[in-house]
């Protein structure tokens, strides 16, 4: 992979606003509907590239070979009992997986269908049972709501039956930080979509209770493992973070062995949401980012201003209105479930955001998750209330590492 590259001081804004150009580009894929988003010529789709005739200004810089893959994703998926079904061959056993870069954006690494399905089922399990699961990863809703583990999330803080499991709680052991035999062990969807269960507002005058199915279908969107990144400040807190799930580290750094896998941001849409554009700015490392897409497919769209691309060295003179309104090296990317992208180099700080997910666009194998097999059949097992959950979700899982 090729170095970082600085990013000025004056640059580390956060709070920032994007080119006015590249806003535009983001509006007008926002307002677009899924047959004319897949019939534009300008989004890059990974699945449909006809490498050697249409190259769509990109190059393969590079390569992670196939058994070096195969070796981290089977390591990774080794005693999962959750995807003990999936028996799959890998889509390309002896083909090399190679890395796709645009020429206006170096460093925007793309890698398609680098994550095996039974990996993604893997992966899924272990965020959405296991590490949602879990009270020291805070997601959006811990912000307005006491939110318990998921057998105790019924109980009001305070009582006694809460504080006798404050042990559970406040562990500093990290057996959930690695795969183990049943990462559903402690799961919010052991509840049933019709269950009573709710989490307890911390100001009952601003919010009512939030019911487990309210939770699921929509109103989680993001969840943090390792560093607990601030939103509001958009800054990471001094204090030590909780441990980042041992075993999800290993997968991405044995891919990507450039980063130390100590933040992520997992985000998780519906189609109709959005994410807006802006810069991961915040951390002191400078090292390349990796993200994984999971579910529905997503558009994508990274930009760089002038004033980052050429650093400020020669348009210094110009007022911040007209650096708005400069040409934006941009690029539209339509991800599919199992891509991975490492931005690094100029791409590591770009402007990025997602204006649309593209819905019905789930994986057949994956649309039935947390459900595993069919409809009544003797191998629908306790998650089949929730059969079809991931048909309308996507999920993307944003890793960084914070320190130098």
Not at 214 to 224: D, E, M, S, V
Not at 324 to 336: D, F
Request: net charge negative; glycine share 6%; hydrophobic share 35%.
């Amino acid at each position: 992979m090729p170095p970082t590259t600085t990013l000025q001081d004056s640059d580390r804004d956060a709070h920032a606003s994007p080119p006015a150009q590249l806003k535009k580009i983001y509006k007008s894929y926002q307002l677009m509907k899924n047959d004319g988003l897949a019939a534009d010529a300008n989004i890059v789709d990974f699945s449909t590239l006809n490498w050697g005739q249409d190259n769509n200004g990109l190059w393969r810089p590079s390569y992670i070979p196939a058994h070096h893959v195969q070796s981290i994703c089977d390591a990774f998926d080794d005693f999962d009992r959750s995807v003990e079904e999936w028996e799959g061959p890998y889509p390309n056993p002896h083909a090399n997986y190679f890395a796709y870069e645009s020429v206006s954006l170096p460093g925007l690494h793309v890698f398609p269908s680098l994550l095996h399905p039974r990996t993604q089922l893997c992966l899924l399990s272990r965020l959405l049972h296991r590490d949602l699961g879990n009270p020291s990863h805070k997601s959006n809703v811990h912000l307005h709501y006491h939110v318990l583990p998921p057998e105790e999330c019924s109980i009001p803080p305070g009582s006694i039956k809460h504080m006798l499991d404050e042990d559970y709680n406040n562990d500093d052991d990290d057996d959930d930080a690695v795969g183990g035999a049943d990462p559903a062990a402690h799961s919010y969807f052991t509840h049933s979509p019709t269950s009573t269960a709710s989490f307890l507002p911390k100001d009952p005058r601003l919010h009512k209770s939030l019911k487990i199915s309210q939770f699921l279908a929509k109103k989680l969107r993001w969840l943090t493992l390792g560093g607990q990144y601030d939103w509001t400040k958009k800054t990471y807190p001094a204090e030590t973070p909780p441990v980042f799930p041992r075993d999800i580290k290993e997968l991405l750094q044995g891919l990507f062995p450039e980063m130390k896998a100590e933040a992520a941001i997992m985000n998780l849409y519906s189609p109709g949401d959005t994410l807006s554009l802006h810069r991961d700015v915040s951390e002191e490392s400078e090292n390349g980012l990796v993200s994984v897409s999971l579910g529905c497919d997503g558009i994508l769209i990274v930009g760089l201003d002038e004033d980052v691309s050429h650093q400020g060295e020669e348009d210094s003179h110009l007022t911040v209105n007209e650096k708005e309104n400069m040409n934006t090296n941009c690029i539209a990317l339509r991800l599919h479930s199992g891509d991975v992208l490492y931005m690094s180099d100029k791409a590591r700080f770009a402007w990025h955001g997602v204006p649309k997910i593209m819905a019905g666009t789930c994986p057949d194998w994956m649309s039935d998750w947390p459900a595993r097999g069919h409809s009544g059949e003797e191998s629908a097992d306790r998650f089949d209330s929730w059969r079809g959950w991931m048909a309308a979700k996507r999920i993307n899982l944003n890793v960084r590492q914070m320190f130098l």
